[in-house]
């Protein structure tokens, strides 16, 4: 029991010294620190002396091995600070950063690294912004256009530059050239010899199952497209509410942080879209945060981002700086985030079966096979033959196509607009700030970030 009796004191001195150091590291230590190093040296004498000898419950035993742990805890406590230098000062924020260094870093991304077309859309043909698409942002113009009474005409003249015909060229080229075969050379032959072949009646029973089909397949396509966009105009939605709420609640109270999770907000659309399109948006990481070698080590890097962000938050709640309601609103808006990446991540890992869309081009394939057959069997002229087989191909092979394009929505959606607006929109929150409160609308004393009467529009407008 003598020994254990040292190995406490000893310990608890190890502990104290250790403690010490600290306080010496950063400043001498205040005299409230001393006397609570004294008042815990008196309460673990006095405890130590009425401590039983018998030791029945293993209470010394706990006590022991409590102070072995923190001192082992100490012992690791020094070692990060004798290896101080080897932690990354990249990402902790920079001290000189503010609303002007902002304002310009979003400027170079807008106006100069991120201000050309959209060049990561497939397919390529979409990319040019002259032809209606929904790879762009619509405009008044634009809906005026695509409603036009002269639609119609338009749309006809453009058939043989219509993009969807560029798509399917190479196949509808294939049943073309198989109807024109068969018509001029094949059906003469079948005629004389008198085969049976197949009626007409009976390979419309098969057309009906395909129009199914692809029917459903399309209704599948554009349910995905329809979800791929709600999911990011909810983020555009709550990437905005979130910059309000940060400029307000953080930005007043802490400026450095404030601007930090600005910039990680900011960059969350466009690492979004780099992950759903497998493109590398490392250059705007160098731009928004330099030298950040956190961020760019991640797997996920928007989950990185709301990661950061939330931990600046709760820094500001365990200040006790922020309202409970602020800090409950953010975590809401932050787990949103996590929510929408994670649906994203799903419609882009998760496409229409297979199985559907193998049994759909099959069926689609014997269908436009035999149709010439059976139009010759039903004694339709030759040209006439090739020309509906020609526009029956177009027609299926052209829906069967779209809902394949329209499967995976992120390829086509303007998703590269949408980021550079979600970003314009949280560098709003922290440039265009509202002027103060008067003082005859001031119930109480509040905190509002700072205004300056002679703002002017922003550089990246």
Partial sequence: MGLLLFQHVYSFNTQCTINRLRETRVGTAPAKNQQRYDAQQFSLRTAMENLQFDDNNGFA???????NGNNNIADKDENEIDNGEDKKKSDVPNPMDNVDAFEADVKKVVKEVRAGDDTSLYPP?????????????WNLQMWRKHTSRTRYLKHMLDTFSSRLLKRIYPQLTVFIFWSVVYTFVFAKKVNETK?????????????????????????????????????????????????????????????????NSARHLAMFPWLLKGLLRDTDDTDIIDIM????????????????????????????????????????????NLNEMNHILGMCERLKGSPIPPVYTSHTSRLLVFYLFFLPVALSAADVK?????????????????????????????????????????????????????PLLTKSELLEEEFLYPYDENNTAPSYW
Avoid at 303 to 309: L, M, Q, S, Y
Wanted: glycine share 4%; aromatic share 8%.
């Fill in 61 to 67: 035993a706990s006590v022991s091995r409590t102070l």
């Fill in 125 to 137: 043909s979409f990319v040019k912004k002259s032809r209606m698409s929904i790879s762009y942002v």
């Fill in 195 to 259: 085969y049976d072949t197949i009626p007409l009646t009976s390979l419309s029973l098969v057309s009906t199952f395909v129009g199914f089909l692809l029917t459903l397949r399309s209704n599948q396509g554009l349910s995905r497209l329809g979800e791929g966009r709600e999911l990011w105009g909810r983020m555009f939605i709550v990437t905005r509410d979130t910059a309000q709420l940060l400029a307000t609640y953080v930005y007043s109270k802490d400026k450095k942080l404030g601007i």
């Fill in 289 to 332: 945060l330099p030298g950040s070698s956190f961020l760019k080590s991640q797997r996920k890097k928007p989950a990185a981002c709301i990661a950061r962000i939330r931990q600046v938050v709760a820094n500001l709640a365990a200040r006790n700086v922020m309202p409970v309601a602020a800090h409950q609103q953010l975590e809401l």
């Fill in 382 to 434: 030759n040209i006439v033959n090739t020309l509906v087989t020609a526009t029956v191909a177009f027609a299926m092979l052209g829906l069967d196509e779209i809902s394949h394009l329209l499967e995976q929505p992120f390829q086509l959606m303007p998703i590269h607009e949408l980021s550079r607006n979600m970003m314009v929109d949280v560098a709003d929150a922290f440039v265009c700030q509202p």
